[in-house]
Every structure is written in C-alpha cells, then in structure tokens.
C-alpha cells in the first residue's frame, strides 16, 4: 500500500514538508511573519470578517480580551503545526465519499439596481470564500462567474470583479472568451495553469465566462479534467463555486447544464444563481430538472451569522429609488410597434389634474402638456428601447428609432450584437471601444455615459437598442440619469424582460438625483408594481428557500398538508362533516382547535401568502389560520362507497407539495377547501391515509 507520507504544514503560508525541524524554521522567516502581518491588518481593517474568524476557529470572546489579544490567538491557531498522516486508498476513499454529497443550490434575488446589489453581494461572498480558503489547506476553490450572454455585462463584471479583488494578494480575475482581450481562449489553456502551478498561491482563482454552448462545454471539459485525484494536484484538491448571472435569460443554456451536474457533484462547493425576474419559464427549466427550490443565501446568512452588524433590508429599500418614486406619465396608445408608441408620445400631452376634486370626488383637469416637450431648452436623456430586430423596416427595429431620433437632432447611444457606440444626427458613428480609446476610459459603461455628459453638456441623446439594454448594465449614475422612459405595449409580453427594461431607471438615491418621467400604459405600471411589491414582501419575509408559487402572478397555493395525530379527534372531525346546517363553521372550528392544541400538523410550504402564520403580533398573541382564512368554502371527503374514485386529488394534492407548485382552486379570498379520506384512499398505485387531509386556498 502506497501512502501519501508525513505532512507538516503551516495554515497561513500553505507551507509543507516532510520535517519537524523544517516547519519550525519556516516559522521564523520574514515570508510567514509578513504573512501573519497582513492577516492582521485584514483583521483590524473588517470587524464582520474578524467575527467570522472567531466564529470559523472556535475562539470564544471573553468580556477581558482585547481585540488585539484576540488577533493574536488567531495567528497563533493558525500557525500551529499540523500534522497529517494519510494513504492513498484513505485519500481516495474520502474522496468517493464526497461524491454523494448534494450541492447546495441558492437563488440571489434582488430587485433590479438595488442599492446592495446582486453583483456587490456575490462579490461580496467570494471575497470571503477567498480569505477563508487562503488559509485553509483541506481544498483550493476556484470561482466561476457565468454571465449573460453580452460582452457589455462581461466587462462590467469583470470591472467589478477587478476592483473588489485588488486589495487581494495573489488573486487573480481571469476571463475566458472569444475577445482579442482575454486572458484565454481556450479552455486548455487554463487548464494548463492548474496543472502547472508549483503552489496554491499559483492557483487560479476566478474565471469570469459567458452563457455560451461553447463555454458551457468549457467547463465540462474542466470538470472532466479534475473529477479524481490526480498526482498534480494531489496536495491542494479543486472544487468549484458557481455564479450563473441572469440564468432566466439563458434557459437553454442552463437547463444543458444541470442535465450533466450531478455527475461532478464531488467537484463543487455550490450552484447560485443571481436573478432579479425568476419567473415561470425559470422555474419550469428547473423543475423539469428535478429541482424544485432553492435556498436563500440571505435567510442562511442571517442564521449563521446573526452578530454582523449590517443593514437591514428595510434600510437598505429606504436608500432605493424605485419605479413608483418616478413621475408616471400615462399613456395607453394600442400598439406593438415601439416606433409607433415613440411617434405618438411626440406628439400627444396629457391631461393635468388639480389635487382637489370636485362635488363627485373627481379630480378637476386643469391643463395639458407635451410628454416630452421639445420647445424648451432642457437637455433630455431618454431611455427608448426597441423592437427585437435589428434592421427589419416597419417594426419599430433599432436602426428605425436611430433614424428618428436623429432626426430631431439626438446623439443615439446603439447596443445591439452588430455595433455599440453613438450615432451623431450627421450620420457619424463612434463605436464604445473607440470613444473609451480616445479618453482613456478602463470602467463600466455608466463611466463612458458621465464622460460623454461632461464633454457635451448640452446635447440630447437616446438609448435604444434591446437585449443588450435589457438587464445587468447600469446606466443611471451621477452625472447621467434618465429625463424620460419610453416603454411600449411591444415590451410586456415576457414579465421577465419587462421589469429589467423598465427596471434600468431604478436605483440608489446617491446615484439618482432627479426623478426620471417614465411613459407607458396603466397595464405596464400596475403589472410592474404587483411584481415588485411581491419581491419586497418576499425578501422581508426572507424564507429558508425560494419556490415557483413565490414567484407566480397566479393567486393560488401549495396545497396545506394537515395531518391528525389524535385518531380520536380525527373521528370527531369525520363526524362532523354530517350535512347538517352550519356543519362548515362547526368544521372550522374544530380544525382550528385542533391546530392549537397540538392534535392537528400543518405542513405549509407557502412562504409569503401562507395559511397559517405562528409569528406573534404587538400584543404579543399568536395569529393562527382563522385570522387569515376564517371559512371553508368546500369540503370533499372520500369514502370506501365512492363511486368515482379517479376524481378525488389527493395524488394531485400530494405531487403539488413535494414539488412546490400550486394548484388551482375556485372559492373567494378568506375561504378555504379541504380534501379528506374517511377510510385508506387506494387508487392508480397512490396511497392517502386517513390521517392525511388536504386544505387549498387562494390568496390576494
């Protein structure tokens, strides 16, 4: 039996050897010192991360302790010896252990532009994932960033990337594509400066790739590579963490991948997938995946970290300039040919109103306007997206809206797969690479918009295109933001695609000075708001796990499954259900009395719009399920003299909970339905048991 040997080893420097005596000398020099140096200040400069450290080491925080004795004792810990003893075959049976483990899959939800954003909090994560992992020797983790298909959002995570991980030592933000700048193009290649480092400090530390077949197969490829031991890396094993940005827009894509995951479950540390519209195509991707939730990173950091002192969600919403803040300039022209809905706005005013009503409570008209007023010397600064197409005439197509904005003497800022970059009124066309070239720009695109600002304080200009505009770029900074919004009938057929178009005008207040008049039908409006009310409602709840029914425009619910555990209740609450008047009340009632005292189970699986809700109010009272669904509306129970077995929906019931999907139901808000089985319900292979009851419910 071949064995691995002796190891010594130093947590801080990542330092081994075969000898005691070598260990100690390494302790003594200047290399490990001023590593036990720059972990200090680490700790001195991030009081969370310095929490974190106590938590991760076990180190108990005494009332006497100093932050600087505490600091001590951590570099202290870790820089201990240790000493590992391990062979071959307990190596490898280690790692097929690790093969059954499931990897934790999270979904980052925010709203579009939050303040604390989704790209801030990601980067955020791996940061510390990176310190953690420096000092530890069990495996090296290389961050993969999957971002949408757009070389605008590749730069602008890679951008952010960069600026939030240069105050790292030996970190590196790689990124693999096709363009003439990246630092591969090839897969192999990095594979290659794996394979060739001499340390881990050497190792890779994040690849930043795009939602492409090619680089989905990519990191296979790499998966494929380092899905055993391999006498190369045998001393510092890889995992993987992946981030995949905007999956909802990408849904091929994803779905390939999942199909193969499993197969390298060994490999990664965990699956995030960051999204501000997880809708109905995303979910039924995942489910038809077999995935059916997904955790809530903020919901886990909050339990595992509840002595940070960060802001809560509320503050954070206070700081946001969201799409009501905006002025909502109402404009209901039918059409689905953005051009068209751009024309009409041109032309068309609409109606002011007094703040006071008349004798009928009708506000009292007292004006018109333009919706975009043309004879006044204000600069404008429009967001207008445009139809799919490129070209094509008579759409309302990018090249169409160009033209017309040119037409009144705009600049039009372009983004479309063929070209990027601003068009003058003559015709002239600067691409964004040039005019970043020409004045030395290395950021975002939000940094190329306040420089064309500051050089030409007093030109129109729009933005038009469609994909490319959609989501992930940000455009609103200081210095730049939106005088008008112009969306059309054309853009809400995918809610998705609807909210990021409509959700690049929102924002943090520190970037956003000026309230921006957002035109568009009522439809748009109140469709966007019953979406975003739902997001925050969703996050202030801040469940351990996300489900399609959070997400749904839907009203109806996961099935409530109760269960009785008196079998003498439960006949009393069979024998209820006689036919007699009032029979529902007497029902209720006793259900409710049950729950209360313990001889009924609930298992509600509904985050936001639940059944029952055991959270205290002010009085300090438990609400209970009458407080929300005080009637039943409807209540089916099967017997063993049924005659139609094949209609009762226990098995449908039952599916729609294990999988976290709603079911429809008729009855009115307030009212509920409930399904039981007097006697063993056997059917088609599907088992109900008497003690299992069923309640369904719609919700506001």
Same mark, same amino acid.
């Given at each position: ?431 964004? +690479?040039?005019? *970043?070239?020409?004045? &030395?720009? #290395?950021? %975002? /695109? !939000? ?78 409006? +109140?469709?966007? *708001?019953?979406?975003? &009310?739902? #997001?925050? %409602? /969703? !996050? ?161």
């Amino acid at each position: 039996m071949s064995s691995l040997g002796r190891k010594y080893y130093c947590k801080i420097c990542n330092y081994s050897c075969g000898q005691r005596a070598h260990i100690d000398h390494h302790r003594s020099t200047d290399c490990h010192v001023a590593k036990c140096v720059d972990l200090t200040n680490i700790l001195k400069a991030d009081k969370p991360l310095y929490c974190k450290y106590i938590t991760e080491l076990k180190i108990e925080e005494g009332d006497d302790k100093t932050m600087s004795q505490l600091r001590q004792e951590i570099i202290d810990r870790l820089s201990a010896i240790y000493i590992s003893e391990m062979r071959l075959e307990e190596y490898q049976q280690e790692w097929q252990q690790e093969w059954q483990q499931e990897v934790p899959l999270y979904l980052n939800h925010e709203l579009t532009q939050f303040t604390r954003g989704k790209t801030e909090q990601t980067l955020n994560e791996i940061s510390e994932r990176y310190l953690l992992n420096s000092i530890s020797n069990d495996s090296h983790i290389i961050q993969i960033i999957v971002t949408n298909k757009s070389l605008l959002e590749t730069r602008q995570w890679r951008v952010r990337t960069k600026n939030k991980m240069d105050q790292y030592e030996n970190i590196d933000v790689d990124i693999l594509s096709s363009d003439s700048k990246s630092e591969y193009h090839s897969i192999h290649n990095f594979i290659s400066k794996i394979t060739m480092a001499k340390t881990k400090d050497e190792l890779p530390n994040i690849l930043i790739v795009c939602f492409h077949k090619r680089r989905i197969e990519d990191m296979l490829a790499l998966f494929d590579m380092f899905c055993r031991p391999t006498i190369m890396i045998q001393n510092a094993k890889l995992k993987f963490h992946l981030s995949f940005d905007e999956p909802d827009a990408n849904i091929g894509m994803c779905s390939k991948f999942l199909t193969k995951y499993k197969k390298y479950m060994k490999l990664l540390v965990a699956i995030e997938f960051i999204t501000a519209t997880p809708y109905d195509n995303f979910w039924k991707m995942l489910q038809e995946n077999d995935i059916f939730k997904l955790l809530n990173p903020h919901n886990l950091k909050k339990r595992n970290h509840p002595y940070l002192d960060e802001k809560s969600y509320t503050e954070y919403l206070k700081s946001y300039f969201q799409i009501k803040d905006h002025n909502h300039l109402i404009c209901n022209h039918e059409t689905v040919n953005p051009l068209e809905y751009i024309e009409h706005v041109f032309e068309s005013t609409y109606d002011i109103f007094d703040t006071e009503t008349d004798a009928d409570g009708k506000n009292i008209k007292i004006g018109e306007a333009p919706y975009i007023d043309m004879t006044d010397q204000k600069r404008k600064i429009i967001f207008s997206p445009a139809h799919l197409y490129t070209n094509k005439k008579g759409v309302g197509s990018h090249e169409e809206v160009v033209q017309f904005y040119n037409q009144l003497g705009f600049t039009v800022y372009l983004s479309n797969g063929k070209f990027k970059g601003f068009i003058e009124p003559s015709g002239e066309r600067m691409t964004l +690479d040039a005019f *970043n070239e020409k004045y &030395n720009i #290395t950021g %975002e /695109l !939000r940094d190329t918009m306040r420089k064309w600002s500051e050089i030409f304080p007093l030109k129109n200009i729009a933005i038009t295109g469609y994909w490319t505009i959609e989501r992930g770029i940000t455009f609103q900074t200081n210095g730049f933001n939106f005088t008008h919004a112009i969306i059309s009938d054309y853009h809400k057929f995918m809610l998705n695609k609807l909210l990021q178009l409509i959700g690049r005008v929102t924002g943090n207040k520190l970037y956003i000075q000026d309230k921006c008049n957002l035109i568009c039908p009522q439809h748009i409006i +109140d469709t966007v *708001n019953t979406l975003v &009310n739902k #997001t925050i %409602e /969703l !996050r202030k709840e801040n469940p351990e796990n996300y489900n399609s029914t959070d997400f749904s425009e839907k009203n109806s619910s996961i099935p409530v499954k109760l269960t009785f555990v008196d079998d003498e209740y439960r006949s009393i609450c069979i024998d209820a259900i006689n036919g007699r008047r009032n029979y529902k009340q007497h029902l209720h009632s006793l259900l409710k009395n049950g729950y209360e005292t313990g001889k009924i189970v609930l298992e509600d699986r509904n985050n936001v719009h639940v059944f029952t809700n055991d959270s205290k109010d002010k009085t300090g009272n438990t609400k209970l399920f009458d407080d929300i669904h005080k009637s039943i509306s409807n209540v089916k129970m099967y017997s063993l003299s049924d005659t139609s077995p094949q209609s009762r929906r226990f098995a449908q019931f039952n599916n729609a909970f294990n999988t976290y999907k709603p079911t429809s139901q008729t009855g009115e808000i307030g009212e509920y339905s409930i399904d039981l089985a007097k006697d063993r319900y056997e059917y088609n292979g599907f088992i109900n048991e008497p003690n299992i009851a069923w309640i369904t419910f719609r919700h506001e």
